[in-house]
């Protein structure tokens, strides 16, 4: 069908649209889904308490309602809509005024009945039987919904610069392969609102931020049990991104917001694109220096060259956070963080925490620099450690300093470091190090995401490299290389049935399911695996040198439990790290919807040696529970680790790689 016969089209039949649009859309996204009929009891009643059960301040009903029809969760929709529902509590209602409203109930059942897709049923008014609960009785109505109705057809057309334009085909493509409703789908009022917004949303969201719907049709056909559908969309003029203008600025300077910005795509002359603008307002919000940020396109104007305005509400100069947490691992933290947004006479950004566990102590600074326009910054870190395992206590210093550059998608750093560690046994001094042992080292890393969601991932994949070479300082010289990999990859399992999202189910009222994952989950495996290749006699300081076990890597085990075993019953870290994990995450369904809550069935393993024949793995198998909380899933776990052999309980909230 061309555009001329869509006008066609949009011009003709308009006395079918009474039937399909008789509710407006907010009042139907409450709408159950219904069924195809059942055997389900065919009669029940809406109960309601007589008068002289009813507490004072609860209304008094003057008639009762009893709806029969095939499915619960129909009945319950049209009780809770029915134009009837607002008369019962009237309390001059007559005898003859309740006869009015019940010759117009049919009307009104087989409007509602519309929206859900049934444009053919049969409402019969039973009686009105009198009742001892119900001054005027109670109306007995009987509803056959008839056949569900279907989308026939479904055309998108589209007017403006985007009909023409060859490099707009690839998102007038996007926006009919997307459109929610296809040929044979169940037609009601809720999906064809969210479909056309949904498709509205797509054109206005890159090239055209003024486009509009022209015009829309849902053609039914009662007799035939279908409807064809007609969108026409009209882009309007394209936009394209022009000077960049800051708004809120005192402390801070204004060009870093730009060069963050451009870095998110918002080039001069380029296309208008929404997701670039969110991009930029997370860059500017996660610097620190704003409480608020706020990214827009301006037209003024001039409709085609657009300003990119940013709104900011700038932080304090200055800011002191005490916090208080406690961990499975670590027991209570007590935690207390400086923060200096502008340095005076250099104008970087200071962050000083001091972080106070069980069994760790912990100082760190932080000195960054903002980035430049490639997106580049310098950073310069120290830290000072004290951490006790067994009977070992092991105290340590950091120094770095290098650039990164910081991505959703790809981080990456180079830097030089310089360590130094010393341990010591409280029962064996011969355990612990001759003295300090120090090391300095050039080092590159690197991490890719490539995940569904960043906050509460469903599928997807990350890799993350460490690479250093280097040579120790004292007591000897000795050259050295570390390096650290780690993978994480999920995989949904595809099955016979999905489920909805419940905000998804709250949006659309669920009138539609829509299915965004299987019943059964998806399974997940993590690799992690490390090597620091030295002579034999390299005095590698033990910070550079791994352990593993806890919350995030072998559950069942205690913090950096896992090492080499001493003869004191304690561990000393090692130069060859294997772990590994398999979880199948799988959410919990109710009623066809799928909850914010997942259980978890998981199997872990880790080992660290000196030599990588010596590598041998420690299990820990265990159960869980997740909730997708808005900050990331908060994660409760009870493993059993099988060398121990015992239980242990980790916590954890949030999701980072």
């Known amino acids: 069908m061309n555009l001329f016969l869509l006008r066609r089209v949009l011009r003709a039949r308009w006395h079918l649209l009474g039937c399909a649009f008789c509710l407006p859309v907010l009042g139907f996204a409450q709408a159950p889904n219904t069924p195809t009929?059942?055997?389900?009891?065919?009669?029940?009643?809406?109960?309601?308490?007589?008068?002289?059960?009813?507490?004072?301040?609860?209304?008094?009903?003057r008639f009762g309602i009893e709806l029969q029809t095939e499915s619960k969760d129909l009945r319950e929709f049209l009780l809770r809509h029915m134009e009837l529902q607002r008369f019962r509590t009237l309390p001059d209602l007559d005898a003859s005024e309740l006869a009015r409203l019940v010759d117009k109930a049919p009307d009104n059942i087989g409007d509602l009945l519309g929206t859900l897709g049934h444009f053919n049923p049969q409402v019969e008014v039973l009686d009105l039987a009198q009742d001892s609960a119900f001054p005027l009785g109670t109306l007995r109505l009987k509803v056959d919904p008839g056949p569900l109705t279907r989308v026939e057809s479904v055309l998108i057309a589209f007017r403006g610069e985007i009909a023409s334009r060859p490099e707009a085909a690839e998102q007038r493509a996007a926006i009919q392969s997307a459109f929610s409703m296809k040929a044979g789908d169940r037609f009601t009022?809720?999906?064809?609102?969210s479909a056309k917004t949904a498709a509205l949303r797509q054109l206005t969201a890159r090239r055209y931020p003024a486009g509009r719907i022209d015009g829309s049709l849902a053609d039914v056909d009662p007799t035939n049990h279908t409807v064809r559908l007609a969108l026409e969309l009209d882009s309007g003029l394209p936009v394209q991104i022009g000077a960049v203008r800051v708004e809120g600025t005192e402390r801070y300077e204004g060009s870093d917001a730009e060069n963050l910005v451009r870095l998110a795509g918002l080039l001069p002359g380029s296309d208008y694109d929404l997701v670039n603008l969110q991009e930029a307002q997370r860059r500017i919000a996660e610097t620190g220096y704003y409480d608020s940020v706020f990214v827009y396109v301006d037209p003024g104007t001039d409709a085609q060259v657009a300003p990119v305005v940013v709104q900011v509400r700038e932080s304090k100069l200055k800011k002191l956070v005490l916090g208080i947490g406690a961990s499975t691992d670590s027991g209570a933290r007590l935690s207390i963080e400086h923060i200096h947004n502008r340095v005076p006479g250099i104008g970087w950004r200071a962050a000083n925490k001091l972080l106070i566990e069980r069994d760790d102590q912990l100082f760190t600074t932080d000195w960054t620099r903002p980035v430049d326009e490639r997106g580049w910054g310098w950073f310069v870190g120290g830290q000072l450690a004290r951490q006790i395992d067994g009977f070992d206590t092991t105290t340590s210093q950091r120094l770095r300093v290098g650039q990164s550059q910081t991505d959703p998608l790809l981080d990456r750093s180079f830097y030089l470091q310089f360590d130094r560690a010393l341990s010591k046994n409280s029962q064996d001094a011969t355990l612990g190090s001759d003295g300090a042992e120090s090391s300095l080292s050039a080092n590159y890393a690197w991490t890719r995401r490539r995940f569904d969601n960043l906050l509460q991932p469903n599928d997807g994949h990350g890799w993350a490299v460490e690479l250093g070479a280097g040579t120790t300082i004292t007591p000897i010289r000795r050259p050295f290389t570390r390096t650290r990999v780690r993978w994480l990859g999920l995989w949904p399992i595809a099955s016979g049935q999905a489920t909805t999202d419940q905000s998804t189910a709250a949006?659309?009222?669920?009138?539609?399911?829509?299915?965004?994952?299987?019943?059964?989950?998806?399974?997940?495996?993590?690799?992690?695996?490390?090597?620091?290749?030295?002579?034999?006699?390299?005095?590698?300081?033990?910070?550079?040198l791994f352990l593993t076990g806890g919350d995030n890597t072998v559950r069942g085990y205690g913090l950096r439990s896992i090492g080499i075993p001493q003869s004191d019953g304690g561990v000393q870290p090692g130069r060859y790290l294997a772990v590994a994990s398999l979880e199948w995450q799988r959410p919990l369904v109710r009623k066809g919807v799928r909850t914010p809550f997942e259980t978890v069935l998981f199997v872990d393993a880790g080992a660290v040696a000196d030599q990588p024949g010596d590598l041998r793995m420690q299990w820990g198998v265990g159960a869980g529970l997740r909730y997708n909380s808005p900050v990331g899933p908060l994660q409760l776990d009870l493993a059993y680790g099988l060398d121990p052999k015992r239980l242990r309980l980790h916590l954890n909230v949030g999701f980072a790689f």
């Open 37 to 61: 009929p059942a055997a389900e009891p065919t009669t029940s009643a809406a109960a309601s308490p007589s008068r002289k059960d009813k507490p004072s301040d609860e209304p008094v009903y």
């Open 507 to 544: 949006a659309l009222g669920e009138a539609k399911r829509a299915p965004v994952s299987s019943n059964a989950g998806r399974l997940a495996l993590r690799l992690e695996g490390g090597a620091v290749l030295a002579q034999s006699d390299a005095p590698i300081p033990e910070t550079q």
């Open 189 to 193: 009022q809720a999906d064809w609102a």
